[in-house]
Structure formats: C-alpha cells, structure tokens
C-alpha cells in the first residue's frame, strides 16, 4: 500500500489555490502550513520555494521569482512545470541566454509539447533571431494551436522590440483564427496608438535635444535615443518624457559619466521611483536597461549632490497634478 505523504497533500492543494489566481488565500496557506508543521514534520524546502516563486511570477515580481525558480530547477530539473515559470520569467526580464540550456533540453525531447515550443519562439524574439522567430510563428499559427493570450503575448514581446510590423502582423494572424475576438482586436489598435506615438516622440524629443548636450555627445545622444524608445513603447505622457529628456540635458551640463543604458535607466527610473514598489522599479530596470535598480538608485543620490533635483520634482509633481492618475505599462 502506497505511503499518503500529508505535507504533500498540503503543497499540492496551496499550489491548486495559486494556479487558480487565489494568490493572497494560497500565500497565508503556505506561511501556515511552515508555522503548523515545523518541528513535526520536515518542511519540503524545494517545494515551498517553487510555491513562493509561483506566487511572486503572478504577482509580478518576475526578478524574485526568477530567482527563487533558479535555485529550484538547478535542484530539480525534471520538474517541467516549474522550468517552463522559469523560462518564461528570464524571457519576460529580457534574459534569454539564463533560459537557453533549459529551453533546449525540452525541445531535444522527442515531441516537445506546444507549450515549449511556444516559450522557444519567445525566446527566437528576445534573441532577436526574427526570422527562426517568424518562421515558427507561421508553423503554430497554420496549426492552428495558439490560443489568443498566446498570439497577445508574442506580439508584446515584438512590441517590446519595436519591430511593430511584426507584432501588427501577429494580431492580424490570431484575428483570422479568432475572428471578432474584442481583445485582439483592441490590442491592434494600441499597437497602432504605440506606432505612431513612438514615431512622434522621436521626432519631438531626439533630434531637437542633440544640440543641447554640452560634453560626451554620443553617449548622451545614444542615452536619449534609447530612452525615448523605451518610454514610449511603455506609453508615458509626452510631458514626462519631456521632462526625462530635459533632465537628461541637466545631468550632462555636470559632466557625469556612466552607460548610456544607465542614463536612460535614471531618467526612467526619476519618474516611476514613487508610484513603483521597489521589485516592480527592479523589474522595469533589469528588463528594459540590463541595470540592476541599486546600481540606478547609487547613480542618482550622486546626481542629487548637484542641486537640480529639487527642480526636477517640482515639475514631475505638477505634471502628475495635471494629468490625475496614470497607467503604465
């Protein structure tokens, strides 16, 4: 007669709970089930840790979870179920060589599932090897096998890419499989919106700011490109990316040397800093800028030194006055 194991009755019901969105109920389950059982029975420290980095992925802490997930699938990496979160969570933070090793030993297997295969594509993208990428995106789309979150979430990750033809092109793809789906439909057209708002953004805040940098011009001009790129795909007001840039202009008039991926990643990072918790700051920096959030928060208290800051947060303040509550993406 087979052993029931109780704790594992635990862990698979918690786990059910987070599955099913029941993050909050599943969380306190889990502190629980530490707090009843130890000193009883042994805790399954693997399959609390890849519980809590179920909870953190859907939360939205992908940087935590990651991290938790790492640590696990080194540990066990039969478990499908929790290499595939991790894979997707490295491909989500723009980490595709941390997800490479696992994604080709599911896709070495005989028939690799379509889940894999779906999560290979986004990682064709995040490499940015488009055309591997297209080609298999045209293999799942004629299948027909994509369900419509999947067709959204490869057009984001072209989006993210500002190949916007491509992730037009996708929509368009999962409409003539999902016709008349409203999501799909309503992603198109933010796609769009994004197009023409990145296109406009360029023109009003690259070209007219490169004259006004004072020293180390192509690290700042780089800098600006690449943050006006990021803001804009991620649909900031033009009044804020205006203030990014002009705050750009101000920490070079001191001079100041660093990556031109930090510099952007500061700007950003100025005007999330106090709607954002500090995982959330952590992902948007790790993701869009490869920039760890502590390097960035070192970077600015070094800027503050200077004295224009205060400048810079009364403007920001009177920007969000006018403009109430904001949504980022």
């Known amino acids: 007669m087979k052993h029931f194991n109780f ?9 059910k709970m987070i599955d099913n969105g029941e993050l909050e109920e599943g969380l306190n389950a889990l502190v629980n089930s530490a707090q009843v059982h130890n000193g009883n029975m042994l805790i399954d420290m693997d399959r609390h840790s890849k519980i809590y980095g179920k909870y953190l992925f859907y939360k939205g802490d992908r940087t935590r979870s ?9 540990r066990r990496p039969d478990d499908e179920d929790a290499v595939l ?11 595709p060589d941390d997800a490479f090793n696992y994604l080709v030993r599911l896709m070495d297997k005989k028939n690799p599932s379509k889940k894999v295969t779906f999560f290979y594509l986004l990682y064709l993208i995040s490499s940015n090897n488009f055309e591997n990428a297209i080609n298999l995106f045209k293999d799942l789309h004629r299948r ?33 499989v999902h016709k008349g789906n409203t999501k799909l439909q309503e992603e198109f057209e ?7 708002f990145y296109i406009e953004n360029i ?7 490169i004259d006004k940098f004072q020293y180390r011009q192509e690290l700042y001009a780089k800098g600006l490109r690449y943050m006006v790129e990021i803001l804009s795909v991620r649909f900031y007001y033009e009044d804020e990316i205006e203030l990014a840039a002009d705050l750009l202009v101000e920490i070079n008039k001191i001079n100041f ?7 952007a990643a500061i700007c950003d990072y100025f005007l999330i800093r106090d709607i954002f918790e ?46 109430g509550e904001y949504d980022y993406e």
């Open 278 to 323: 500090d995982w959330e700051a952590d992902t948007v920096m790790i993701k869009f800028y490869g920039v760890k959030l502590e390097t960035v928060k070192n970077r600015l208290n070094k800027i503050k030194k200077y004295g224009f800051m205060q400048e810079f947060d009364e403007k920001l303040e009177m920007i969000r006055e006018n403009m």
């Open 144 to 176: 027909k096998v994509l369900d419509v979150m999947e067709y959204i979430k490869i057009s984001y990750y072209f989006l993210m890419k500002r190949r916007f033809d491509l992730c037009k092109d996708v929509l368009l793809c999962g409409l003539s």
């Open 85 to 95: 979160l991790y894979i997707e969570n490295c491909l989500d933070l723009d980490k």
């Open 7 to 15: 704790l594992d009755k635990i862990y698979d019901d918690i786990e």
């Open 190 to 196: 933010y796609a769009r919106q994004v197009e023409m």
């Open 257 to 263: 040397f660093v990556k031109y991926k930090t510099l």
């Open 66 to 74: 990651m991290f938790l997930l790492r640590d696990y699938v080194q």
């Open 203 to 209: 023109k009003n805040y690259y070209f007219p700011y």
